[in-house]
């Protein structure tokens, strides 16, 4: 079978892996930090990597939007990149596909995973940032302007400072970075969101996140009417604590509840998902 590459840029590494069949397997990969030059960097790690694809699928943090990226500010020089028309001129003929990380992921979940099979669903991805992607007739939909799912931007109280002040309010309060932050500041040390889920002296913060999150993703599900719901994302260290509260939410407060089910993909999700791209892409 012809040989796919995926890249995979996100805050902080870059993932660029080969497959030579159309399963979530990895032939080659390797990993760089992202930083200056760091789409220079991914693409001479590419060309050394697999010189001659039949596809390329491109996972992207941020979206793209009128043929740059935005939404992105984490990566240096990553914001208003014209990544469309560079990776046009880096590959010529050779289809290349570009989504965002958490659609990516969803597309990855979609051709091997958890949502295999699903007509309408939603992927969640629970990391350092907070996003979903939604499924319609067995696709991921982009929206109008490719920032369908961004629900780190979702209000939790009205009136608070929103996206044009520079906030992501429900990102701020549930993602793993978010309680990585208010972890350190309540406990006066540093700690991570899978410690913080554990931790005894911050279960007030805790069950406030995980309510907040329940809330937010039936309200999202109340929206779309999922068959499905899929649950993803390095947070889901602690999948037993959070899959019974979405489900207990889920249940109580959408009319017809989704199935809840975790992601089968973990760490290298958004990478199988440009694999999966560039699968798609060669059809």
């Not at 406990?187 to 899978?194: C, E, K, Y």
């Not at 959070?242 to 089910?261: H, S, T």
Request: charged fraction near 20%.
């Amino acid at each position: 079978m012809s040989r796919v590459l995926g890249i995979d840029v996100g805050g902080t590494k870059v993932a660029i892996g080969v497959s030579g069949s159309d399963g979530p397997e990895l032939s080659a990969h390797v990993r760089l930090d992202t930083g200056p030059g760091t789409l220079a960097r991914a693409l001479a790690a590419a060309r050394a990597l697999e010189g001659s694809p039949a596809a390329v699928g491109f996972s992207t943090c941020g979206v793209i939007r009128d043929g740059v990226v935005r939404l992105a500010p984490n990566v240096p020089g990553w914001e208003g990149l014209e990544l469309p028309r560079l990776l046009r001129e880096e590959y010529g003929d050779i289809p290349v596909a570009i989504d965002n990380d958490v659609n990516a992921a969803a597309a990855a979940e979609l051709r091997w995973g958890a949502l295999r099979g699903v007509s309408t669903g939603v992927y969640v991805n629970l990391g350092t940032g907070l996003a979903a992607a939604l499924v319609v007739d067995g696709h991921v939909v982009p929206g109008a302007h490719g920032a369908a799912g961004e629900i780190g931007y979702l209000q939790v109280t009205p009136g608070e400072p929103a996206f044009t002040d520079g906030r992501a309010p429900l990102e701020e309060r549930v993602s793993g970075g978010a309680l990585a932050a208010r972890g350190a500041a309540l406990l006066g040390r540093p700690t991570t969101a899978a410690e913080l889920l554990a931790e005894a002296g911050a279960r007030e913060l805790v069950e406030e996140a995980l309510r907040t999150l329940a809330m937010s993703v039936a309200n999202l599900c109340v929206v779309l009417d999922p068959e499905c719901l899929v649950v993803g994302g390095g947070m889901m260290g602690a999948a037993d604590l959070i899959m019974p509260r979405l489900a207990a939410e889920l249940a109580r407060a959408v009319p017809f509840p989704p199935e809840p089910r975790p992601a089968r993909f973990a760490g290298d999700a958004p990478l199988l998902g440009a694999l999966a791209l560039a699968r798609a892409a060669l059809a």
